[in-house]
Structure formats: C-alpha cells, structure tokens
C-alpha cells in the first residue's frame, strides 16, 4: 500500500474514532438522565402508595375484580431497542420470553405480544408469534408517560382474552444488563393488604370528601402507568449502558489498528526515505565516476 493511500486510511479510521468516542459519551450521558429519572419516578410512586394507604385508614378499597379467561392466556409485552450497536440485545429478550413461557407449559404460539422497539418487530414476526401492538421506544423523558398510557389502552383492548399481562424488559444491575420480568396485570393483592396492617403515622386521620372508587381507580390506573413507564426507562438505561460498552470496545480496537497503521506508515515512509538516499547516491557515485 502506497503511502498516500495509508496516510488517507489513518485519517478515515481517526474520523472514525472520534465518531465511536462522541456516541460513547453520550451513551453515557443518556445513562445518568435516565438513572435520575428513575429516582423521581420511585418516589412517585411512595408517593401513590401513601395516597393508597390515606383511603385504607377508615375506609377499604374494592380493587378491580380479573376476569376469568376460557383458558390460561398470556399477553407479553416485550421491551426491546429502536436502535442498533446493542450487540444481541433483541435476540435475547425473544429466548428469554420464549424460556419464561415454556416454564408456564404456554405455548408462543397461543399467547398474545406487544413490541416496544422497533427492532424486536422483526424477530416476533419471524417466529410467527401473534402481533397485535407495536411501539417505538422514544428516547425523550418527556414521551415516557405516553407511550406508556398507548400501551396500556391498548392491552385494555385485549382484557377480556387474557388471565394476565406479562413485561419483559432488560435492566441494569452493577455492571451487568440483565433481563427483567413482572406480571402487570392482574392487581397484586399482596400490595393492598400489607398496606392494611400499617397504622398511620400520625394522630391526623386524613379525609377524603371525593368518591373513594374514583379516587382509588385514578391512582390504580396512575401506578399501573407508572411502573410501566418506570420499566422502559430501566430498559433504555440498559440500552445505553450496553451501547457504551460496545462504543468503548471500538474505540480499543480502533486505538489497536491506528497503532498498527501508524507503524506500517512509518515503516513504508522510512523505506521510501532509504529508497530515495539510494538513488541520490548512485546517481552522485555515476556522475563522479
């Protein structure tokens, strides 16, 4: 290779490094924004749950009652990526959803799924397993809630055919990105009781002068939101943080060819060097001779 043509590869894979280094650092940044997104998100929903137990000092709550399906019918919604760089990210949710299955004696075939991410549609599709909602995953906080509430109007479309709603979502955890699984819908009772054995915390019993069915079905829809919207921001976290990783292991691979490149660039231009002294010496040798 001619040193022109080196010397031009160099400046390609240097463009080239930097691209990687600038997606790195934003990886990195869309990390943290998620990360402190979550926190708020947390505390709304300690926040919920305090509303919860207010209604249940004096008064109980009817929580909304499962309709009873012909037969043991999932819904899965599925969390995947709308962008690419995340290494089997997507493969992995559909071996995972289709293991987690399995384990359930339910067959893909016969349950019900929703993609979030572009990216997951395709491999739904291909193991013929039955589509009936499909969401872009935004990466904007602000388009959080309502892709969440979308969804949610849309699995209650298909309440009536379904024994329960299962997420699947991928979440960080230390310096791993692991699959994460939780059931929706139905309600959790466990939740509800747990509040009924807490005393208040003070002698000021709260009021309530609002319908407590209103009441308590806003704040029944407004966690089951967010939780939603709690997983796909734990879900774009891990996709981030996969997406760093695979940036940082380019730019130590690019670091590695530049360093090769660099070399066979020095090596070719000090050989054209020793060639050119050559000439000049035999030229200088035949004129004096």
Known sequence: M??????????TTKDLRN?????KALSSASVT??????????????????????????????LPKVRSSAQDKALVVLIGSDNGLVGP?????????????????????????MTVGKRLQPLV?????????????????????????????QIEQYSRQVSRVDLFYHKRTGSKVRIGHIKLWPYSHTFFNGLKQEKWPTNNIPQCTESTTAISSFLLRERLIVNLASTLIMSLSAEHYTRM??????????????????????Q??????????ID????????SG
């Open 245 to 266: 990783l695979h940036m940082q292991e380019s730019e130590h691979n690019i670091d590695e060819q530049l360093e090769e490149m660099q070399l066979a660039y020095q």
């Open 19 to 23: 691209i990687v280094s600038t997606m």
């Open 89 to 113: 990210f997507n493969r992995e949710m559909i071996q995972y959803a289709a293991q987690a299955l399995a384990k359930r004696n339910l067959s893909p075939q016969e349950t019900l799924f």
């Open 268 to 277: 070719a231009r000090q050989e054209s060097i020793t060639e050119e002294l």
């Open 125 to 153: 599709k291909q193991e013929k397993w039955p589509l009936v909602g499909q969401f872009s995953l935004t990466n904007s906080l602000k388009l959080i809630n309502q892709v969440a509430t979308d969804i949610i109007l």
């Open 280 to 287: 000049i010496v035999t030229t200088t040798q035949a004129l």
């Open 33 to 62: 924004q998620y990360e402190r997104a979550q926190v708020a998100l947390e505390a709304y929903l300690l926040t919920i749950r305090e509303a919860f137990h207010a209604l249940m000092v004096n008064r109980s709550i009817a």
């Open 2 to 11: 001619s040193l022109e043509a080196l010397e031009k590869r160099i400046e």
